[in-house]
């Protein structure tokens, strides 16, 4: 009696750090490997951090300097970072579809648009995803496309969005003044 | 008895002296000793240079290992900062944009008045 | 020995620990008939008495560098000769005496007394157990008291004193029963 409790209880558990495991791996989306882009591009930024990168990158973070304690903060309760970014002479040189299999993704269970922004004026479209469970957040997603640049971003595990937002007045990020008007 | 015993004990017991010739035969096995161990000596560099070499290779390798975890968690640390410029540019183009958004738009002025 | 002499040696074991030649040279000099004597009367054969009183200064050239002093010195050769005899007659038959030509001078200095007794004594110091005819000649020939063979020899006192009483007793059971015990060899040398 006693030992089929145990293997149950154990199941129970297993079952469960599997299920946390496959909720974080949902929180990865499948970047496709751009190389059409990355081809064409006259810049390109490829971030691929998991949680032991991660690690090792915090152990070279001085907390001396601001941003790399605003980082050390950011990256606490994190399993990995993904940025595949391109900018390009001309206006509009990528095509579409490649942004579109990531949309797909994110229409998948579990993800929420947060924002979505159509700048008709500057051509920017910005899109923040979050994934949430429950009451905590698991899985951010940014695509921001932009005439000259496409980006996407893609953060897997504890989230605190409101030190994200304070990532503004660092890493160069101009600060968002609330009364900007132009 | 005891005593006269013990007297001819000490007379019968008497240091003799050794053959003729006895403290050269040692001197010169001495010194036949000691150039046969500075010659072993000589040998035993070896295999104290070749653990001396193991020493030496294992402490560069460590050394290399060390420099290069170092340049790996250093570009690690770079690409995290990177990435988190990325993010928060991309994010500022968002609350940019829902900013605007949320403008009220003026009517552009047509001087009717 | 004058204090002169004590200077001496010391100045000697002092240059000789150095790697002085000469110095040790004259270690072994100074040295070399208590040694030697001890090596002969543990084994009873001056070949290998010889050969094993070299073995000793070979071993203490080595070792130099650990003796601190005149008195270690003389206390590490004693210890380091009984040794080496005990280990050699245990590893061996009985040993037997080798036959000398007569024309051997004797190295024994000048003695009163019966030397036909006192060569009688030595064969039968010769036939003791190896331990007990290295306390016998620790006590009469290297004239030390129980508690110093004790140290040399790495042996209890009370055993040490009870290899003297039996061995005394056996010596003078031996004489008083001269009768009994074969007449020495005219060729036997003076061991």
Known sequence: MRASLSRLLLMLVLSLAGSAAAR?????????????????????????????????AARFLDSNKPEDAAARQIIAGLTGIYVRSFTFDSDFAYPKEDVASVRKQLSAPGWQQLVQVRSRKDHNDVDVYVRVEGDKTNGLAIIASEPREFTIVNIVGAIDLQKLHELQGHFGIPQLKLDDKK | MSDDL??????????????PGFAARVSARTQSEQRHRWLAARHRWVPATLAASVLLSLLVAYGWQLRHEREQGLAARQQLIEALRLTGEKLDLAYRGVQDASKPTVPPDTGDT | MTDGDACSLCDALARARSGDAAAFTTLV???????????????????????????????????????????????????????LAIDRLRREPRYEQVPLPEDLPLAAESSSGDPLLQ?????????????????????????????EIAQVLEMPVNTVKSHLKRSLERLREQLTGEAAVPAPRTDDAPL
């Open chain 1, 24 to 56: 974080a791996a949902d929180a990865r989306l499948m970047l496709p490997e751009f190389h059409t882009l990355e081809a064409k591009a006259s810049e390109s930024v490829s971030v691929t951090l998991d949680s032991s990168l991660l690690a090792m």
């Open chain 2, 6 to 19: 013990e007297k001819q004990l000490r007379e019968a017991l008497r240091h003799v002296d050794p053959p």
């Open chain 3, 29 to 83: 000099r100074r040295h070399q008939r208590a040694v030697y004597s001890l090596a002969l009367r543990m084994l009873s054969d001056r070949g290998k008495a010889e050969d094993l009183a070299q073995e000793v200064f070979i071993r203490l050239h080595r070792k130099l560098a650990l003796v601190q002093s005149e008195t270690h010195l003389l206390f590490w050769l004693r210890q380091v000769t009984s040794r």
């Open chain 3, 119 to 147: 060569q009688q004594l030595r064969a039968l110091i010769a036939q003791l157990p190896a331990a007990a005819r290295a306390v016998v000649l620790l006590r009469y020939q290297e004239d030390l008291d129980p508690s």
